[in-house]
């Protein structure tokens, strides 16, 4: 069986093509980052106008890469939801219209489900259950996967997810979008510990998020710099609020995997992407003899391949949209 997938949750239009549980044929992912940094944030009208643009090339660059034409493809996952309306219905629309004309089955997918399985896209793939953790700019959750198409939220953010937290922290201390990568990269030459940036941990067993607390102590530190008429130490601003996110998140996810009983933990969703966070997770891992599973950088970041991984388990339980669904802007696993 060949899989076209194809993800437009928001500002990254990708397509792939995969056999499942064999190996992926291709993935072509289109960013727009240079669109959007110099209105630092995504602007969703520009996202989806990008989208229709872009949308039919990148499908045909996957294909290329595959070498395979349409009439090789038995099946075609999209992603349904959560995301930016204007952006979802560009590739949700398409791959339903495509799946009609050329009579092939077609799968809504919930973004959330594909980084939840975006490890199986790697050589080492885990067994079920795991406890994840799913870290982007729109979701900081918490999961128990029991298997490939049943998923239970245990934690989320209650304000500002850690990948909304890092651009808005990047764009308080004038470095761009977007914030992740420039951040982190600035934190490499910082001192973790050099500011006592608060951990919002909550109730004593909440698995729950909170980051906006976090990010108005980095803005009131930048402005008391700035009034003193100190200059910002900004490696070690970015160390220490980078720290401070790494250490919830570490944290909270090692409770869940103990609360649970699980010995398999993954990481996905862009933040997972973030060097450090690697880096703890792993060594904590180790330290109480648990598995970590963490995706290649590229399929932590939004792309169609782990929408494809997601959308064939859909297909095998029965699933399947017809040209009236529609897609959604709030996940119901979330």
């Known amino acids: 069986m060949l899989i076209l997938a194809i993800e437009s949750s928001c500002d990254d239009t990708a397509a792939a093509i995969l056999e499942p549980e064999s190996h992926l044929l291709s993935s072509v992912i289109s960013s727009q980052n240079e669109i959007h940094a110099r209105f630092g944030g995504i602007v969703p009208e520009l996202a989806s106008r990008s989208h229709i643009e872009t949308i039919r090339p990148v499908v045909e660059k996957a294909l290329a890469q595959a070498e395979v034409s349409l009439a090789d493809i038995d099946l075609i996952a999209a992603t349904q ?132 607390g976090l990010k108005t102590s980095v803005a009131q530190h930048v402005d008391r710099q700035r009034r003193l008429g100190q200059p910002l130490a900004l490696a070690d601003i970015c160390a ?21 009983g699980h010995r398999r933990i993954v990481l996905g969703g862009g933040v997972a992407a973030n060097a450090r966070l690697r880096v703890v997770m792993q060594q904590h891992c180790a330290d109480r003899g648990l598995q970590i599973f963490i995706p290649s950088p590229i399929f932590c970041t939004d792309n169609a391949a782990m929408i494809g991984v997601a959308g064939y388990h859909q297909f095998l339980r029965g699933d399947r949209v017809d040209p009236d669904t529609d897609a959604y802007s709030r996940s119901p696993l979330n």
């Open 81 to 212: 939801g959560p995301g930016l309306v204007g952006s979802l219905l560009v590739g949700f629309t398409f791959a339903k219209s495509l799946a009609l004309v050329r009579h092939l089955p077609c799968v809504g997918v919930d973004h959330m489900a594909g980084h939840l399985l975006s490890c199986l896209l790697e050589t080492e793939k885990p067994d079920f259950p795991y406890t994840a953790l799913i870290v982007s700019g729109g979701n900081t959750s918490l999961f128990a996967v029991e298997n490939p198409v049943t998923y239970t939220r245990l934690g989320r953010t209650r304000d500002d997810a850690a990948g909304e937290a890092f651009d808005k922290v990047a764009k308080l201390l004038g470095l761009g979008y977007p914030g992740g990568p420039v951040i982190s990269a600035c934190a490499a030459e910082g001192n973790p510990v050099a500011i006592a940036f608060p951990r919002a941990w909550l109730a004593e067993d909440s698995l729950d998020f909170s980051f906006s």
């Open 240 to 260: 220490s609020f980078q720290e401070a996110v790494v250490e919830v998140l570490v944290k909270k996810t090692l409770i869940a995997a103990a609360q649970n």
